[in-house]
């Protein structure tokens, strides 16, 4: 008997008959003999629903009532699920984030997980439950509801995983696992078979938008096996892990990947496991500054200040001023203003010429392990880009990433162009997305 935590995004219980699917797969994995806990996102687009009605009821909402709204979307799925789950002859009991023992901090919208305390979970399933926990959200010292920000209901499922000690957790979403790239943008895609952790990390940094940055660390961190796959089908998906399995998911994993967990690697892995794409990015380039000492710990002090995540950096001799430096960092878009009307007020403090904002801009990232020990993986990505007529704007490496900003019309051409180059493309049935949309 395993301990199977599975988490359902949106897409799959987008209505009735979607919740209807899902209460039988998670009734048949139950009558394998394993315990069952799932995670469940909001339907379909209720989060933007309920974003839209306090829109028109104010322009400036309360965080903590934001919160409070928005997370009535995963308790309305967790207790439709439950009833269905019941319909089929299993009883499940729901529970909330805060029954489930969820703690947070106080960042309302975008809340971090301070400890698990499951213990309503470890008796609900101890006494033959299916427990379902409404994800995304969990509740801070002054037992105030929040919610986790983007992918907080992978967050909140892996986080439960590595507290209860699950075998292994499962990502269900509306493709059939994590692929090469974006099937939305390259239908001959290739799924991912399996994938370590530390791959994983930088494509989901870096634009991959099927599992989210702090599920994945939570996973690599407390050695927690993700199964990716579709909801929509009974296909095999990606399998993410370091670790060995476990001989209780017997039936659950296939008879492949626990052969590649159980032994070692004798053998070199691919050269490049994937390529993420990211639209989400803003550049900022400071123009002029003084080039010396302290110069850049005083504009990143003021960055982070702001709450800025900052991506690439890149700093060159000043093309307008002697003694100065040009300055280009890129970040999430959401984070661009707040940094650029700090970045301003500070003007005469760095003593900068002027400031320039772009918001045009995409980024590709090129993935693999093999990226270390391959020499000419740089030339051929370049190499690509020149024949696709795709100009480079600033370029950023780590030992298994490769990344380039590039023009953001030109960015799914970017990406099929590169995928091609190293020989991704798939000469099979092209990959499908069930939902519509990649989670």
């Known amino acids: ?15 009735a008959e979607a919740i209807k699917r899902v209460a039988k797969r998670i009734v048949e994995t139950k009558r394998h003999g394993h315990n069952v806990v799932v995670v469940v996102s909001a339907m379909g687009d209720t989060t933007d629903d309920l974003l839209d009605l306090a829109a028109q009821v104010t322009a400036h909402a309360p965080e903590r009532e934001m919160d409070m709204l928005l997370s009535a979307g995963e308790r309305i799925s967790m207790s439709l699920l439950a009833m269905a789950v019941n319909e ?49 959200q969990g509740v801070n010292k002054r037992d105030d509801i929040t919610t986790l920000g983007r992918g907080g209901s992978d967050t909140t499922a892996v986080a439960l995983a590595a507290s209860l000690r699950a075998d292994v957790c499962e990502i269900y979403t509306d493709v059939d696992g994590l692929f090469t790239a974006d099937p939305r943008i390259v239908p001959t895609a290739r799924r991912i078979r399996t994938i370590d952790f530390e791959s994983t990390l930088e494509m989901a940094a870096h634009g991959a938008k099927i599992l989210h940055l702090r599920a994945v660390e939570f996973a690599r961190r407390y050695r927690v096996p993700l199964h990716v796959r579709s909801s929509f089908s009974e296909k095999d998906g990606t399998w993410i892990s370091n670790t060995t399995a476990n001989p209780a998911l017997q039936g659950i994993v296939p008879e492949s990947a626990l052969t590649h967990y159980c032994q070692e690697e004798t053998v070199e892995g691919p050269v490049i496991s994937g390529i993420a794409h990211d639209r989400s990015q803003d550049k900022l380039t400071l123009v002029g500054v003084p ?18 995540n900052i991506d690439m950096i890149v700093q060159n001799v000043s093309t307008v001023q002697k003694g100065a430096t040009d300055l280009t960092i890129t970040m999430p878009h959401v984070d661009a203003k707040a940094t650029l009307v700090a970045l301003e007020a500070a003007q005469n403090e760095i003593g900068y010429a002027k400031i320039a904002h772009t918001g045009n801009v995409g980024k590709l990232s090129l993935i693999g392990a093999g990226m270390r020990t391959n020499p000419g993986v740089s030339a051929k990505l370049f190499g690509a880009l020149s024949a696709a007529g795709i100009n480079i704007d600033m370029i950023s490496t780590s030992e298994i990433r490769l990344s380039v900003l590039v023009s953001l019309d030109q960015l799914d051409d970017a990406v099929r162009a590169v995928h091609t180059a190293f020989g991704l493309d798939s000469s099979e049935v092209e990959a499908v997305v069930y939902g519509g949309t990649g989670r």
């Open 291 to 308: 080039d010396k000492p302290g110069s850049a710990a005083h504009i990143f002090e003021i960055i982070a200040e702001a709450g800025a």
């Open 1 to 15: 008997m395993a301990l199977v935590v599975q988490k359902y995004g949106g897409s799959s219980v987008a209505d």
């Open 88 to 136: 089929l002859g299993e009883t499940a009991l729901s529970f909330t984030g805060q029954q489930a023992g969820v703690h947070t901090d106080d960042h309302f919208g975008k809340a971090a997980i301070v400890s698990m305390m499951p213990e309503r979970i470890a008796r609900s399933i101890n006494e033959g439950n299916v427990a379902i926990v409404a994800g995304f």
